[in-house]
Every structure is written in structure tokens, then in C-alpha cells.
């Protein structure tokens, strides 16, 4: 566990240090939002109704810019090999990656996302979903976009393959955090689609870590 976080911390002090992913995945994300009141218009009832859909989607979208830089910084620069012949795993590798990857896109998001709820006059019953389902559904995107990373991780312009790969994978964690605002709003339980949105995040810590091991091994063969 120690060299587990190890990898984290040094992950994180990195994006930290750069700046440029955290920053980009915030800035983006609250511009788009911030640009829907001035497309659609300043009507209340619209902005409420489309508030959850348009967070989850921005959300989405943003994870997806530094999804491209999860494993190719290192790979650039020779260290993902020594990190692929050192005493971990390479499933517990992909994990504690996809943490620190987490911690320095998701949480950020889930920090900025009830703020920007308040701009798109979402409704008070909606706030706790919104960043429970966000809590479940920004590690599970963070999972399976290690998949697009590592396979992708040796081309010169892999991001607009990733997102091809990536996104059909993400849209069921789009579908059931909005459905779980919008049940919430709506007076009915938000439960059923929370624990889908569960069951989606512990599917994909199960799943994606060995499918991103196994595609790393192949990309640096």
C-alpha cells in the first residue's frame, strides 16, 4: 500500500504543480455552463428543467480533456516503464492512477457543480443527489477512461480516439445521474437510479483496472 500511494501522491503533486489539467477541467466546465443561460435565454422555468442534463453533461465533457494525459505524460517521458516494471501490479497501478486523476479533476468538478447549480436555478431538492451521483458517477468515468488512455497512450493524437472509444462507455453514468436529479426534483425516489449509478462505479473499479492493465502491456510491447 505504501508504493500504491506513493504513485498517488506523486500524481497528484504533479497535476498540482502543472496546474494546466485541474485548471483547464474547472475553466471549461464553468464556462459552458455559464454560456446555457446566455443561449437558451434568462427564463427561469427552462434553466431549471434543463439544469441537471446540462451539469452532467459539462461534467462529462470536462473529465474528458485530461482523460488524453492519464498515462501519455508518463509514457513521453520513460517513467510509465519504470512504473510498469516496479513492484506493483499493473491493475493496482491503473488504480492508483485513475485516484490521483480523480482527486485532481472529479473532486474539483464535484466541488464547482452545486455552486453552478444555484446559476441554472435548479431546484433545492435536487442539490444532495447532485453531488451524491457525482460522487458515484466522476470515479467511474475517471475507471473508464483509463480503458481509452492506455489504449490509446502510444499514438501522437489519440484524444479524438479516446472520446470515440470512451464516450458510448460513459453514457449510461450520464443517463442515470441526471434521471437521479430529475427523480429527486420530480417528488419521486432518487434511490433506484443511484444504486444503478452505484453498481455502474463498482462494475467499473472490478473491470477497468484489468482492462487498462491489459492494454497497457500491449501498447508498450
Do not use: Q, Y
Not at 491493475?91 to 473532486?107: D, R
Amino acid at each position: 500500500m505504501s508504493h500504491f500511494f506513493a504513485i498517488v501522491r506523486r500524481d497528484v503533486r504533479l497535476a498540482l504543480s502543472r496546474g494546466s489539467d485541474t485548471g483547464t477541467v474547472v475553466v471549461f466546465f464553468v464556462l459552458t455552463i455559464t454560456l446555457f443561460p446566455l443561449g437558451v435565454g434568462p427564463e427561469l422555468n427552462i434553466l431549471a428543467r434543463i439544469a441537471a442534463g446540462t451539469i452532467w453533461v459539462a461534467a462529462l465533457l470536462a473529465a474528458m480533456l485530461s482523460m488524453d494525459s492519464l498515462f501519455r505524460a508518463d509514457h513521453e517521458d520513460g517513467s510509465l516503464d519504470l512504473l510498469a516494471l516496479g513492484p506493483l501490479p499493473a491493475e493496482i497501478l491503473v488504480l492508483a492512477k485513475c485516484l490521483a486523476h480523480w482527486l485532481t479533476t472529479g473532486v474539483p468538478l464535484v466541488a464547482a457543480a452545486p455552486v453552478l447549480a444555484v446559476l441554472l436555478n435548479m431546484d433545492a431538492e435536487g442539490f444532495a443527489v447532485l453531488v451524491i451521483s457525482m460522487l458515484l458517477g466522476t470515479p467511474a468515468l475517471s475507471l473508464i477512461g483509463s480503458v481509452g488512455a492506455a489504449l490509446t497512450v502510444t499514438l501522437k493524437r489519440g484524444g479524438v480516439l479516446l472520446s470515440l472509444l470512451v464516450l458510448p462507455l460513459v453514457t449510461p453514468v450520464l443517463i442515470f445521474g441526471v434521471s437521479a436529479i430529475d427523480a429527486a426534483i420530480g417528488g419521486l425516489g432518487p434511490r433506484p437510479h443511484l444504486f444503478l449509478l452505484g453498481g455502474l462505479f463498482l462494475a467499473a473499479l472490478a473491470l477497468c483496472p484489468w482492462a487498462s492493465a491489459a492494454a497497457l502491456r500491449l501498447s508498450l510491447e
